[in-house]
């Protein structure tokens, strides 16, 4: 039998991106954000309304940089999403991670989070249904020590993700099975 439950964000796991920016004085500026996807091969979106500080720096500097947080830094990757930009703006300082310029992008490269995605600004979709910053993804890093060869190895990433239901964070780890492989024992 099926409960029925209160109306939220119910997918799960949602990711725990963290969308960074310079702000006007050139110091970092980190939000997070659950609500984001690839849109296409190559391109980001994210859910991210006027009201956010990031979105004004993407617009300002036509670049952002997406990481993907790690279990090791939950408390800054949750820090990054209960303080605004807004009101705080050295949060970034205060968080104690470093940060590097990205090569390709006019945005900081977060040292600490172990696979970023470095981006340029496309548009800003602002409809009834929601609205969104949409990216190209010019250049993507992982540092040496989630690599196996030349792959990223996922559970060395150490990724969490957001749970809706309970407002947690779980760690993403423990490969199940192969994509595009297992399933075809099915096919008829």
Not at 120 to 142: H, L, P
């Amino acid at each position: 039998m099926r409960k029925k439950l209160d109306l939220t964000e119910g997918i799960f796991p949602m990711p725990v991106l963290m969308v960074a920016t310079y702000n006007e004085d050139g110091s970092v500026n980190v939000m997070n954000a659950a609500w984001g996807t690839m849109q296409k091969r190559g391109n980001v979106a994210l859910n991210l309304s006027e009201a956010h500080k990031t979105l004004k720096n993407i617009k300002a500097r036509g670049a952002f940089t997406v990481s993907i947080a790690d279990a090791t830094h939950v408390t800054e990757a949750d820090y990054f999403g209960v303080e605004s930009g807004n009101k705080a703006p050295d949060k970034f300082a205060n968080s104690g991670l470093t940060a590097s310029r990205s090569e390709f992008v006019d945005a900081p490269v977060i040292n600490e989070f172990p696979l970023c995605l470095e981006c340029t600004f496309i548009e800003y979709q602002d409809g009834a249904y929601g609205c969104g910053v949409i990216g190209k993804v010019v250049n993507v890093t992982a540092d040496e020590s989630v690599m196996d060869g030349d792959r990223v190895d996922m559970d060395r990433v150490n990724a969490i993700a957001f749970d809706p239901y309970t407002h947690g964070y779980y760690k993403v780890s423990g490969r199940v099975g192969e994509a595009f492989k297992d399933g075809l024992k099915l096919k008829k």
